[in-house]
């Protein structure tokens, strides 16, 4: 799994990726030492309760949530989601093709 989250975090502008169980558990992270396990579990928390809030838990895709400095991404697969941090100028296209393989990847393991 860290390959692939190496994989994504090779995309210009991503700062670190990380895989969360549909309870909002880390299965798996790859984000710089400054950023640690318990900030991301209460960030992907606090995104789970956002789209049950919305009501989009059960259509979500993919959800962009926008700063002054950066972006949350999350992208939603059978049994997980996948968390990304970004830059604000992030290339959405190549992003959303680099996970939409790597998506794939993860659903098999």
Known sequence: MQD???Y???VEGVIGSAVFNDNGVVVDQA???LIDPNSLKTAVGLVLE???GLQIA???DILDLRYAEGRII???FPGALL???CAKNVNLQVLTITLNLAVK???AL
Request: net charge positive.
């Open 4 to 6: 692939i989250l190496r």
């Open 83 to 85: 968390c990304l941090l």
């Open 50 to 52: 956002c789209a049950h």
């Open 31 to 33: 984000f710089p030492p």
């Open 74 to 76: 999350i992208k939603a």
């Open 58 to 60: 059960q259509s979500l």
């Open 8 to 10: 994504i975090n090779s």
């Open 105 to 107: 990847k993860l659903e």
